[in-house]
């Protein structure tokens, strides 16, 4: 990527979800994607979601972030506005743990899709690496980080089974 232009947005519906979501941006820089990060609310500013989702597609935007708690209305308001992909990222705001968000995020109507990942800072991450996904279609390099980055994860998995067996790989016991 060697643009500078955001591919990704990433909407929080709060600014106390800062910490969560910047989890989806740092996956992001780390792939070397461009991305903005903004605070709308379904709810509390609506006018603003519709003006951001409006924007997006001229602005070069090729998938949305969306992480919010309670209703999590963020996304599926997003999904209804653009034909951009969105991710919801459901946050454990409420004192139901994130679960209302991730039901509400989950039951989106026939022709509104909305992708959903885990609850919290996971969520987030994993959004990322979705959307590097998504980019990754059209895009060698992009795809060959992926690799690279699915290489690693094995590796380190590899290498700790390694320090549990002893040395070497580790081997299954019965």
């Known amino acids: 990527m060697k643009s500078t232009t955001p591919l990704v947005g990433i909407l929080i519906g709060s600014d106390s979800d800062l910490a969560v979501m910047g989890e989806s941006a740092r996956v992001l820089g780390d792939f070397g994607v461009p991305c903005e990060m903004t605070v709308a609310s379904a709810h509390r ?7 951001y989702a409006a924007s997006v597609e001229k602005r070069g ?16 308001v997003l999904a209804s506005l653009t034909t951009v992909p969105v991710i919801a990222v459901p946050l454990a705001s ?24 885990s609850v ?17 279609t059209s895009d060698r390099a992009l795809r060959r980080k992926l690799v690279e980055h699915k290489r690693k994860m094995a590796a ?5 089974a390694g320090h549990l067996a002893g040395s070497g790989p580790a081997r299954l016991r019965r």
Do not use: C, Y
């Not at 959004?127 to 996904?133: F, K, N, S």
């Not at 380190?156 to 700790?160: L, V």
């Open 45 to 51: 500013s609506p006018e603003r979601v519709s003006r």
């Open 61 to 76: 935007i090729q998938v949305l972030i969306a992480g919010a708690g309670g209703a999590a209305h963020l996304a599926g």
């Open 94 to 117: 409420s004192p139901l743990g994130g679960f209302d968000a991730l039901l509400a995020s989950v039951q989106m109507p026939p022709g509104v899709p909305v992708a959903v990942t």
């Open 120 to 136: 919290g800072a996971w969520g987030a991450r994993n959004a990322a690496i979705l959307a590097v996904q998504i980019l990754a």
């Open 156 to 160: 380190e998995i590899d290498e700790k």
